[in-house]
């Protein structure tokens, strides 16, 4: 795939601009302070904006945050994550930022590893760049099956992409204006996993750089407070990004294990049958080898067909990329 990547390396005569976004969901009582927290002077930046996008508060939370100079998107409904980060991508792309770097409301992270995180985009080095709070094992006060989780959906990430990240779950990253241009999502629920997979099969370049974080033990996660409920929508995106970009590495794989079950199955019901001229009683054994087999080819039948819209879907992307250049022109 031909990349054309832009030259961020502090050019002469540049104007670098940042926007710094956060999603909300009641954030009332860290609003304030996270936001004045943040940077207003970075070196390689000559303006930083921030942008708070409030996915259907109840309480004081734009108020306080436009009080604080912050840019608002306001939904008028609680839609996710995903969403609210989508909104930021589209303000990002149409007042022409050179880099997107998203941040928790909350406080967690701290404000002053931004300079890190924009450093490799800044140095022409990576195009996306994903904090990593697990460099030094378990944070103090994650909770043990929130990391556990954690390292069972980056296994499953590496799996797919060929890739070795340590923590694909992290919201706090820096996104270069390439990076925006090229990303198209789907999940509404959370972003984090898919925009991953997605920068890693179009060729962007996604690095990732170590990050301090800070859990109050007595805090629930919004994406995370049912287990269940996350481990669920997040699979569903990964499998959705799988039979967009890795369709026969997936269900080909899953399509000859069938296949293969079944037809053992058979030949064992083929020997018995040659050595005792009869199938009883393992009778049973060729309807069973026949349904796993069948299953198998219908499974390699959907990766042809899914391969297939795959290619549909990279002309697509591609379309779409050339459509932002043309009227995102910076």
Not at 52 to 72: C, E, F, R
Request: contains cysteine; aromatic residues 14%; charged residues 20%.
């Amino acid at each position: 795939m031909i990349r054309f990547y832009k030259q961020y390396a502090y050019s002469i005569g540049k104007l670098m601009k940042l926007l710094i976004y956060m999603p909300c969901l009641n954030e009332e009582e860290n609003i304030g302070n996270t936001i004045n927290s943040l940077p207003t002077k970075l070196n390689g930046i000559d303006e930083i904006r921030v942008l708070v996008v409030d996915d259907g508060s109840t309480d004081s939370t734009t108020m306080i945050a436009k009080n604080a100079n912050a840019q608002v998107i306001s939904h008028g409904y609680n839609r996710g994550v995903g969403a609210a980060f989508q909104s930021a991508i589209n303000y990002a792309l149409e007042d022409g930022f050179d880099i997107l770097v998203s941040i928790d409301a909350d406080g967690q992270f701290n404000p002053a590893e931004i300079s890190l995180l924009i450093d490799p985009i800044l140095k022409n080095q990576a195009d996306m760049v994903i904090g990593n709070r697990f460099h030094n094992g378990k944070p103090k006060n994650m909770p043990s099956f929130k990391y556990l989780g954690n390292q069972w959906i980056s296994q499953i990430i590496n799996f797919v992409s060929n890739k070795n990240f340590q923590d694909v779950s992290c919201g706090y990253r820096a996104y270069s204006y390439e990076a925006l241009m090229r990303l198209n999502l789907f999940g509404n629920f959370t972003y984090t996993h898919e925009t991953i997979l997605s920068q890693v099969f179009k060729g962007t370049r996604v690095v990732e750089v170590p990050v301090w974080v800070q859990y109050d033990i007595n805090r629930k996660s919004r994406v995370a407070s049912s287990i269940l409920r996350y481990a669920f929508q997040s699979s569903k995106i990964i499998l959705r990004v799988l039979l967009d970009y890795r369709p026969m590495r997936f269900f080909g794989a899953l399509g000859l294990f069938s296949f293969i079950i079944g037809s053992l199955f058979e030949f064992f019901l083929i020997g018995f049958y040659i050595i005792n001229q009869r199938f009883t009683p393992y009778k049973s054994f060729g309807f069973i080898g026949l349904g796993f087999i069948i299953f198998g080819l219908l499974v390699f039948l959907i990766a042809f067909i899914a391969d297939m819209i795959n290619r549909v879907k990279m002309n697509q992307d591609k379309i779409l990329y050339e459509l932002r250049k043309t009227n995102y022109k910076k």
